[in-house]
C-alpha cells in the first residue's frame, strides 16, 4: 500500500493557529503554578513544555492541554482551504494512494475543520493526538498508520520543520510546501522536493509512484 500522508495546518488548511502565541501561554500557566522553567537560549516549543510538565508537573498536563485546545477552537473561526489542497487531494487518490492526515491537532478540531470544507469523505485515515502518544516530530502517529495498513510505503507533505524530522523518523520521504528553508536547514531536513504550490503535488505523485517500491 502506498500512502500520500498530509500535515494539517498550514498545508491543507490555511489557518491563524499560532503555535509560538500557544507555547507563551503554555509556559505562562506552568511558570505560575509551578515555578521558573530552566533558562535556555531558545524558546520552549509546545510539545517541550508538555513533555517537561509531565516530568516535572503531571498535575498540570490536563490544564496545558487544555490551553492548546483552546487555541485550536479559536483558529477554527478564520480558517480556510490552502490553495491547492483540493487538486493536491484528487491527484493523489487519482494515482492510487491512501490519503491520511497526521496531525499534532486535537481530533474535534481536525474533524470541524476537515468536514467544514467537505475534505473529510476525501480521507483514508485520519490520526491526531488523540491517537498518539506522542506528537510530532515524533514517529508515533506513523505507527498508527503502519497499524491501519500493514506494509505501507508513504510520502509526507508538510510546512514544517517538525514534519521533516517527523517523516525522516518515520523513513519516509518529506515533500516540504512552503516551509522555511532557514528552519529545515537549522533542523538538519532534507525534504525530497519543495513545492511553493499545492496543485503541483500530483505530478510530483505521478512520479514517485512509477518509481520501485521499498
Not at 498530509?6 to 505562562?28: K, V
Not at 478540531?109 to 491517537?131: A, I, N, Q, S
Not at 509526507?156 to 528552519?183: K, Q
Amino acid at each position: 500500500m502506498r500512502l500520500c500522508v498530509f500535515d494539517l495546518d498550514h498545508t491543507l488548511i490555511r489557518s491563524p493557529l499560532d503555535l509560538a502565541a500557544m507555547a507563551l501561554d503554555m509556559r505562562r500557566l506552568l511558570e505560575d503554578r509551578h515555578g521558573p522553567l530552566p533558562p535556555r537560549e531558545d524558546r520552549w516549543r509546545v510539545g517541550e513544555l508538555l513533555a517537561h510538565c509531565r516530568r516535572e508537573a503531571p498535575a498540570l498536563s490536563e490544564a496545558l492541554w487544555s490551553v492548546a485546545l483552546d487555541h485550536e477552537w479559536r483558529a477554527v473561526e478564520g480558517a480556510c482551504v490552502e490553495p491547492g489542497a483540493r487538486e493536491a487531494l484528487a491527484g493523489a487518490r487519482a494515482a492510487g494512494l491512501a490519503t491520511v492526515v497526521w496531525t499534532n491537532n486535537a481530533r474535534p478540531v481536525t474533524e470541524t475543520l476537515l468536514d467544514r470544507f467537505g475534505l473529510l469523505r476525501d480521507f483514508d485515515l485520519v490520526v491526531t493526538r488523540d491517537e498518539m502518544d506522542a506528537l510530532k516530530p515524533d514517529p508515533a502517529g506513523w505507527r498508527v498508520i503502519a497499524g491501519r495498513f500493514g506494509d505501507c510505503d508513504g510520502v509526507v507533505v508538510g510546512d514544517s520543520w517538525v514534519d521533516g524530522l517527523a517523516a525522516a523518523a518515520a523513513g519516509v520521504p518529506f515533500i516540504a510546501y512552503r516551509a522555511n528553508p532557514a528552519d529545515l536547514a537549522r533542523w538538519k531536513v532534507t525534504p525530497a522536493a519543495v513545492l511553493d504550490d499545492l496543485a503541483a503535488l500530483p505530478a510530483l505523485l505521478a512520479a514517485w509512484r512509477r518509481g520501485p517500491g521499498r
